[in-house]
């Protein structure tokens, strides 16, 4: 917990206008679908939050869950299998989006080089 902590912190006192979204019940039933611990910030932004918003909730990044402001990763990557929506693509993980209509994905061979990057599209 001492990460999501820092997290805080750091969103309080950012100049970027930043708002993050906690879940009542944290859980790891996401981390496990994807393969991470809440050692790693994403990991802790999973577990612990519905989304963080960015300047002034343009900019979205995904928690575990849905609220207000922010969608799911869960559906953005189509978790569980058997929920597939079109054109989702493969070879990376959506992490966020903003609202006009671009999204953020750590790239898994979708977008070729830098494996492991977050990238635009």
Avoid: H
Avoid at 39 to 62: A, D, E, I, P
Avoid at 84 to 103: E, K, V
Wanted: with cysteine.
């Amino acid at each position: 917990m001492k990460l999501i902590d820092e997290i805080i912190e750091k969103i309080n006192t950012s100049k970027n206008n930043l708002e993050i979204i906690l879940v009542s019940n944290p859980s790891d039933e996401i981390l496990d679908t994807i393969g991470l611990t809440e050692k790693s910030t994403l990991g802790t932004l999973l577990k612990y939050t519905n989304g963080v918003l960015v300047k002034n909730k343009l900019l979205r990044l995904f928690g575990s869950g849905d609220s207000e402001w922010t969608d799911s990763i869960k559906e953005w990557n189509n978790f569980p299998q058997e929920k597939q929506i079109d054109n989702i693509p493969n070879g990376c993980l959506i992490i966020g989006y903003d609202i006009l209509g671009g999204f953020f994905a750590i790239n898994g061979g979708y977008f070729g080089k830098d494996l492991g990057k977050v990238c635009t599209r």
